[in-house]
């Protein structure tokens, strides 16, 4: 702990159990105005944010992942704990908020508990108080401040005016200045019985600051159910108290039925999957199409020399390929924000605990493992939820092989080859297969993974399910998307400067040595011949000393250089492969589309220097199936060496895959041509 | 000995005891399944794992391998 720590800026923890309403209280103290950040070394993530100017406090806010206790039980857990006693440049917070759902008191006074004893300055936060008169029930803050002593207010994080007496009580507690107390560590109650002790001091507790609310109080609709209140002694607080959200209840039993439950479940996943996909399009062709129009304003402005070339294709369509991505992620998130903060989100991963602990994976799994078909990066972040480290990094190994939608526009492609245009349904059921292949594959391979679990992915510690199933809810539209959008900016920032450096190394690899290659321009219009030029500069280029490089590779799969070419590109992102076959394969954007004319020279086009062609369905089938299987983006490379730790886990998925994928890319090819389709 | 993974639905049992010989022994304690409370099982998944209790007023879904250990009666 520093000495001048007291001349900083005072730093208040929000800490509490999950479902305590910790986030939404974070929202409503700090508003938008907070940034998530890594703690160095960890994977935990923590908003870190400034009270709000309106409430006249001059203090930060910390906001880290729900816990239950101050042992930690997970690998994720232990870090969250740690970091509560020494938060980078701040060691020990202030003042410790306490979130504890008034409806839930033994179980979230548990974590407070184990606050106190170890020293922190806690404030308690009462959440959730409407609940709990709902169940015919009134807590006494001021009672309860007393048996635990330590201040207790209520709060409403989404009524704003609720908030002033917490703002009031931690301005007294600052103006006070006492001393910093230094916070011990907890010690694991090493002796069951001690544990049953320390929870039955807790249930006292419970018992004497909870009471039954008078006739009047009650909501009308309560009143005849609870009739017998007058009665009412010590047992029957309790069991008021403990009696579970009967809507719940009833919702749960259709959404959880053994059929209908299923059911539902596979619905609400093609409504996500369809809509991640078709909501998405439009908004992705517009960020796309802007990018496009400027890139070529730039080139108006800064001429086709060195420096427009940079601007236009290296910097503003790298900006491009980062932001085109954006629409997907938004509506993956807001989905899936809904999803979660209805409570239907712990309900899918209990449904999928079963058949995911097959493979070594976990029910938890189960929402980064979706989030991996719109973009691997947010889906490697959301892995943060697995308490299990083996599983979470094995979920985390996994995740490239969802289809991600950088994919998609290669897939088009390739499928829009293979397909004659009039029958497109083919199609689509043919894309439908990929996917199912793309599941299938990662299916295949978390379960040969999890057989060779102790060599690949080491420290195991035991395998759990416990989740807590959330009431429903109706979901706070400013919650959903304040996620959302801090999601997608989690994206944009770890990602972009990745993407974007690489796409401009790809187009200095392609850009240079500079020559001006002399070119025939007769009958050929300017843009034409820009073509031509930037076609017959990239033969020359670095980028096809590389791709000359790996011709023995691409010779067994009935490809040449220039696809190689194309492949190495696509190793900073995939989309990247369909620009990269239009540059090299001479492609001039006439009055057609650009697809059409890019079709039509794949078709003509020859292996370089034979009289073969060079895309066959063979050859197009098994760049499909390289496509599928390929890590092939630097961005995710990097998140998952962040989120793993370490270079292991990302460098033995760069190796597997991309070996793999050649490996089933040369079976294709050379088995379809065995059976005689070329 | 009966455990919460035998409990047929709207069963409502008093836990008797916890094994403490089972890795998530204490993850099970803390988070409120302890001697004394009233559980009763709520939902089950569709391949009748993991299981859904209610305890001190809210849903907690374990796997069965959990459940095992905590004894009832």
Redesign the interface.
Known sequence: MSVNASLKTPLIALVGPPNSGKTTLFNALSGQNYKTVNYPGATVEYSFGKILSRFNLEAQIIDSPGI??L?P?SPDEKVAVDALYSIPNYGTPDIVIATVDA??L??HL?LVKQLLLSNFRVVIALTMTDILQK?GLHISPESLSKKLGCEVVIVDGRKKDSLDPLINIIETIFKKSENKSIPSVYN?LSD?ND??EF?SSIERIESEVLSPLAKGELPFNIENANRQLNLIADMKVKEN????DET??KI?KVL?H?IW??IFFFLIMSVTFTSIFWFAQPLMTLVDELFGMIASEAVVLFGTGWLGDLIANGIINGTGSVLVFVPQIIILFLILGVLEDSGYL?RGA??I???L?KIGLN?KSFVPMLSGFACAIPAMLAARTIPNRRERLLTIFIIPLMSCSARLPVYALLIAFLIPPESAWIGGVLLSTIYVGSIAGSVIVAAVINKFKKRIIREED?S????????YRKPKPSVVISNTVNSAMIYVKKAGPIILGFSLVLWFLTYFPDVNPEIETEGHTEEEIVQLQSAERLSNSYASELGKIIQPFMTPVGLDWRVGVSLIAAFAAREVFVSSLALIFKVTGDDDSIQESMLRSMRTAKIDGTDQKLFTTATISGLIVFFIFAMQCLSTVAVSKKETGGWRIPLLQVVIFTFTAYVLMFMTVNGLRAIGIN | MRTAADLNFGERVVIQDIDSNHPSCIRILEIGFTPGQEIELINKSFFNDPLAFSVRGTLIAIRKEEASCIQIS
């Open positions: 239950i206790s042992v039980n409806s839930q033994s179980r548990f169940k694991r069951k544990l049953l929870y108290c403990y009696k579970i719940t209840v749960d959880l053994k439950g299923l712990a209990m449904l605990d079963k058949p602990s029910g035991s759990s399910f416990i989740l807590e199933l959330p009431a």
